[in-house]
């Protein structure tokens, strides 16, 4: 069915909108095209052009909006066996399942530490299992694809990470207000990295004896930075750090650093929900109490999904949406601060890079989508009115299937 709908996409015209029937192709060549390639990126930037010409009522848009929701939750579910392969046949992509299976309170994808040839789930597993299943929820263990010194961002090791949250979250029928990100050593790492590469995802993140990649003076092996990408992204995630002041294989050097660049960022931007943890005399060994005591201060955790400034630093090519900011073409290490005022129905919007392809999405949560609203790029006006229902943005934002993050106008801001 898919394939005759991609093979009708050329035969359909290209000069007025796109009828009923070519809507429903390129919704679901949307859905199916690699987020991951270069190919399926710009073919996703294709389909939402043409998809930007068709006018939709307010009506047509919550339509439209339930069938993409719809279409993602009859994606890949997971195997509820303990230990499975997301892809069984390459025997690729091993995943744990562990914690409270029957009624999980919320998930957390835990990562394990290692390096190079090391590191597996299991280890994970043993240190993490019995907090997890004291807090009643569901525990996903993946596997580094490849075991690298940063595994849990090398060899589509992040990609995988995302598609198991997707899978978990069908599976279970798990809200995306309770998903955690929790780690030790590499997987505290993994904590620090994936969750501010995809922020607007977490309740709260854990990371555990790993820190943030650091930058080091040559000459005294200081740290002077961090790696971009990953403080500016985490103003509106909960974030608890723990580090060991003796620590022989994860120095707290790096840690305090980038604690350092979180308060300056506090100051800055306001937000911020952040706790660095440094005890004495642990080495690399779990915190005080175990993970629960870590854990425990994340239990009642929920997301914030509708914050009213965001603050982005996109890394990577495929992640084009960033809480109600959308960018089809992300300028690596691009600085973008956006703040919401509802009593003025306005966004003005900080960009130091090109800002092509970036978009404010629009819905009753920050503002109000039925009035006049003005939208500002580094203090001049780019839009003024009211913004109309987009199914290029219904289908773009929807294809995460994530209701609360699940848009139905989108404004140009170039």
Not at 13 to 37: F, G, H, M, T, V
Not at 203 to 218: E, I
Request: proline share 6%.
């Amino acid at each position: 069915m898919l394939s005759l709908a991609l093979a009708l996409l050329p035969l359909l015209s290209q000069d007025k909108p796109p009828a009923a029937a070519e809507q429903k192709a390129l919704i679901e060549a949307y859905l199916a095209a690699d987020w991951r390639s270069e190919a399926g990126l710009a073919e996703r930037r294709r389909i939402l052009a043409r998809l930007d010409t068709v006018a939709l009522t307010a009506a047509t848009a919550a339509a439209q909006q339930k069938k993409v929701l719809d279409a993602w939750e009859k994606g890949r579910e997971l195997a509820k066996d303990s230990r499975a392969y997301f892809w069984e046949k390459e025997q690729r992509g091993l995943y744990l399942v562990g914690g409270q299976t029957r009624k999980p309170r919320a998930l957390a994808i835990c990562m394990h530490g290692g390096g190079v040839g090391e590191g597996d789930a299991s280890s994970a597993q043993g240190a993490y299992e019995e907090a997890l299943r004291g807090l009643d929820w569901l525990a996903i263990y993946p596997e580094v694809l490849e075991k690298t010194e940063c595994g849990w961002t090398d060899s589509g090791s992040e990609e995988f990470v995302l598609e198991l949250v997707d899978a978990a979250r069908r599976t279970w029928k798990l809200s995306p207000e309770r998903v955690f990100l929790v780690g030790h050593s590499m997987g505290g790492y993994g904590s620090w990295t994936l969750g501010a590469h995809h922020a607007d995802q977490w309740a709260g993140l854990a990371p555990s004896a790993g820190a943030p990649t650091p930058y080091l003076d040559r000459g005294t092996g200081q740290v002077v930075d961090i790696a971009a990408g990953v403080v500016p992204n985490l103003r509106n995630v909960a974030l608890r750090i723990y580090q060991s002041d003796d620590d022989p294989r994860v120095p707290p050097d790096a840690n305090r650093f980038a604690v350092q660049r979180l308060k300056e960022a506090q100051l800055r931007w306001g937000g911020f929900d952040f706790e660095y943890w440094e005890v004495p005399g642990r080495a690399h060994d779990a915190p005080p109490g175990g993970f629960e005591a870590h854990l425990a201060k994340l239990a009642e955790t929920e997301r914030t999904t509708h914050p009213d400034t965001v603050v982005w630093q996109p890394t990577l090519p495929w992640k084009w949406q960033s809480y109600w900011l959308f960018w089809e073409t992300p300028v690596s290490e691009a600085l973008v601060v956006a703040r919401a005022d509802r009593a003025k129905n306005e966004v003005r919007v900080e960009c130091d890079k090109d800002a092509r392809g970036l978009y404010v999405l629009v819905d009753e949560h920050l503002l109000d989508p039925k009035k006049e609203l003005a939208v500002f790029l580094n203090g001049a006006e780019v839009f003024r009115g009211v913004p109309a229902p987009s199914l290029a943005a219904v289908v773009a934002t929807g294809a995460r299937g994530d209701p609360e993050l699940a848009y139905r106008a989108r404004v140009p801001l170039f």
